[in-house]
């Protein structure tokens, strides 16, 4: 069955979800963010498997290529945050607060 | 397929059970081996799928990299290596209502949508050898060699850049 797998995406997706919004360290949201993405590659896998395309494995690579990009960059951010506050709690970085 | 449904739904057990400890763990480190456990699930789902090239590159890639980074992040970060109640923030409930609202919804449109539509038995794409990893590599230096370049490209501006963020002596 299709459903059981894309059920499985959303179940992963929504908890990815509620990471980003109840955890307060920076490293944990990017996990978090992780978890979202590899819900979307499931499917994306599901549905290539059911229209028999290839195309899904395809954007699901460049999705893993776009995330280790992604991960990359942000820890980046993440060390230079650190390094200017001694802090990677999100509710410390609020100078553009209005 | 009795065997693969069989599969299928313990390794989504696991794999959802690790998620959940993965957001709401009070020690990051033990979230972060949490995490490795819903990745290697997620290559067992796309083996099961018939994926291999694209499990083979989430173990590589996530387990293998992006944890590996993840872990440096905490040690660099000092992230105390232990339990630390400020983890999550006061008003986590926020959260669990959005979470719980966009899964009914999700499940629903899921449900109502996909409720009977069956994946086919044998999920080979038999293009080229019965194999779907011949079929992923003559996709991407085919059809998709444009995207494939510019995400090479991507990569290696963002990495460049990741450095040039990072370092120390600016």
Redesign the interface.
Known sequence: ????????G???????????????????V???I??IL?AV??NL??F???N???????F???V??????????G??????I?RNRSS??L?DVDSMRG | MVAQNIFFYVIAAVMVAAAVVVVTNRNVVRAALALIVVFAGVAAQYILLAAEFVATTQVLVYIGAIMVLMLFGIMLTRARIGQDPEMTNERWWVGLITALLLAGVMGYALIDHFGSDPLPEDRRLVAVGGSNTATVSDAIFSQYLIPFEVISVLLLSALVGAIVIARKDR
């Not at chain 1, 820890?75 to 230079?80: H, K, N, Q, S």
Request: aromatic share 8%; glycine share 8%.
């Open positions: 069955m299709l459903n059981q797998f894309l059920l499985l959303a179940v992963l997706f929504c908890i990815g979800v509620y990471g980003v919004i109840a955890r307060k360290n920076t490293v944990l990017l996990m978090s992780e978890l590899n590659n499931i896998i599901a290539g498997a059911m028999g395309d290839i195309a899904g494995a395809v699901a690579l460049f893993i290529a776009v995330a280790a990009a992604e991960v990359g960059v820890l980046a951010m993440v060390l230079i650190y990677v709690d509710d």
